[in-house]
């Protein structure tokens, strides 16, 4: 039951207005800096590095005036499977040899074989995973869905030069984003309907066939409420006359400012490094 | 229906199902715990198996993309690659395999539904056969399951709507553009603990049950929305 509590706090999508110099930054500014930390995330694949992404993004979110513990919590519904995940990663990786190096054995025990690479996989996955996913809290929760929206349009502009749905494609990513709390409480609340009639939540491997029965049952509902919300949507769209983003003007138009730059160049040039160290001999 | 409300159907439709996506993947409903070196099989795929079926595979390559970003999220994931090129890109085609198959089959009849049965079974018993020649109760076996499978299917799809059919080979085709496609491309990209012998045991382990669950979520979810689209407009 508690791993269905701790879905409605699913943060990611939920903007949190503040003044900080984060919230101020260029929407485009924040999309272009965030691509560039998660490449560097994603190419790092050393301790030295991933622990400084880490670390970067921790005190990014501190400047942005976000509480870490609240960021964090999020993560408590989905750490039980993980772990399970990481500890089975580490017992039986394997591929470790006897002679010293990258993949020398740390223990040896009976069957249990636990190498210097299994450990170093596991770790920095896990840093890996905090860190992108602190980096997707901080972009949602420091920037409006529609300033969201405006940004990536604004990115995917010369895509129109080409004649493809910029726009649209924005407009998707939003109402992602719009919708990915309200689901997720719909969720909650289909796992807590079933779970109160009694539906048992058996989650052994071997039960194959009844966990995707189980599963049918929670995704069935789940579809059929989010297609009437979407019909609800599209209904809404047509009733006000929506004819996409041609020949469409903002109130507020975007302008850069020199803070903007710095942060995407900084961001980019991480994305760099990241990619220079790994190839090098740091440990 | 306007020119434009198509587009509005797709663009709104495209980002619930995106939603869901993420939402699965990001809360690990979508991993269902199985006994295989893999660990867990997964549902995720099945909004970009619906949004091809629905939309066109337009929609579906958006809900896989989604679905790509959502695994490289996701550490049970990335434990094992982090290439992009094994863990993205392939799943971009799932929801396009399923829209083509899909619209493929919407309006074959049941003769022509027939024969590919036929077909699918002569060529299983064919590789039963191949593999009878090296290892003989492996071939009888695989040829006894395949008939039997065969013959479960022949007297399910009798009972069935065409359309029905289509949904349960679309779904099954979407999964299996994904099982194929990224263990392939695990065995391409030489991904550590994953050789072309472990890729097949995955492969038949995980990626048959797979299709069988996403084929009949697929059947399960269109139905349902179905009955809602059929007074608004959708395209079913």
């Known amino acids: 039951m508690a791993s269905h509590e701790a879905l409605r706090h699913l943060t990611i999508g939920q903007y ?36 400084f992404l880490a670390l970067l993004v921790a005190v990014l979110v501190k400047v942005a005036g976000l509480r870490l513990r609240s960021a964090l919590a999020n993560l408590v519904p989905v750490m039980p499977v993980l772990l399970v995940m990481a500890l089975l990663q580490i017992l039986f990786y394997g591929g470790a040899s006897r002679s010293a190096g990258p993949n020398r054995l740390l223990v040896e025990w009976g069957l249990l074989h636990i190498s ?168 | 229906m306007k020119p434009y409300d198509r587009a509005i159907r797709r663009v709104v439709i495209a980002g619930l199902l995106l939603a869901i996506t993420l939402l699965l993947t990001f809360t690990n409903v979508a991993f269902i715990p199985v006994p295989t070196p893999a660990g867990s099989a997964t549902i995720g795929h099945i909004p970009a198996i619906i949004g091809g079926i629905l939309e066109g595979p337009l929609v579906g390559l958006i809900v896989g993309f989604g679905f790509g970003f959502g695994c490289f999220m996701n550490p049970l994931v990335t434990a094992v690659t982090n290439d992009p090129l094994v863990i993205w890109l392939p ?45 003989l109760w492996l071939g009888i076996l695989i040829a006894f399951l395949a008939g039997l499978g065969s013959l479960a299917l022949y007297n399910w799809a009798r009972g069935e709507e065409t359309i029905v059919i289509a949904l349960a080979i679309a779904g099954a085709v ?46 399960a979810v269109v139905s349902a929305l179905r009955q809602i689209g059929k007074r608004r407009g959708a395209r079913l």
């Open chain 2, 174 to 219: 979407g999964s299996l553009t994904n099982t194929v496609l990224v263990l392939s491309a695990a065995v391409w990209r030489k991904v550590a603990g994953i050789g072309p012998e472990v890729a097949l045991g995955i492969g038949l382990t995980q990626g048959i049950p797979e299709a069988i669950v996403s084929a009949i979520v697929a059947v």
């Open chain 1, 16 to 51: 949190i207005p503040a003044d900080s110099p984060i919230h101020r930054l260029d929407p485009r500014a924040k999309l272009l800096a965030a691509g560039g930390l998660i490449i560097a995330g994603v190419v790092a694949s050393k301790y030295s590095n991933v622990l």
């Open chain 2, 91 to 135: 799943r971009l085609f799932i929801g396009v395999t399923a829209g083509w198959t899909f619209a493929l089959l919407r309006r074959a009849n049941r003769r022509v539904l027939a024969a590919m049965l036929v077909l699918l079974t002569l060529l299983v018993l064919y590789y039963s056969y191949q593999v009878g020649g090296k290892i």
């Open chain 1, 116 to 283: 210097a690479e299994s450990v170093r996989v596991i770790v920095v996955t896990w840093a890996r995973f905090v860190a992108l996913f602190l980096l997707i809290t901080l972009l949602t929760s420091t920037t409006t869905a529609s300033a969201l929206t405006r940004g990536l349009e604004g990115l995917l502009r010369p895509l129109d030069r080409l004649h493809l749905p910029g726009h649209e494609i924005a407009l998707v990513g939003a109402i992602a984003l719009r919708f990915l709390p309200i689901l997720g409480e719909q969720l909650e609340a289909i796992l807590q309907a079933q779970a109160s009639r009694g539906v048992s939540e058996s989650r052994s491997r071997w039960h194959l066939l009844a966990n995707a029965r189980r599963m049918a049952q929670v995704i069935v509902p789940l579809f059929v409420d989010a297609y009437h919300r979407a019909e609800e949507l599209i209904l809404a769209m047509q009733a006000r006359c929506y004819h996409g983003g041609k020949g469409r003007t903002y109130l507020i138009p975007f302008r850069s400012r020199p803070a903007d730059y710095v942060a995407v160049i900084l961001s980019i040039s991480l994305a760099v490094l990241a990619g220079v160290l790994q190839y090098s001999t740091l440990p």
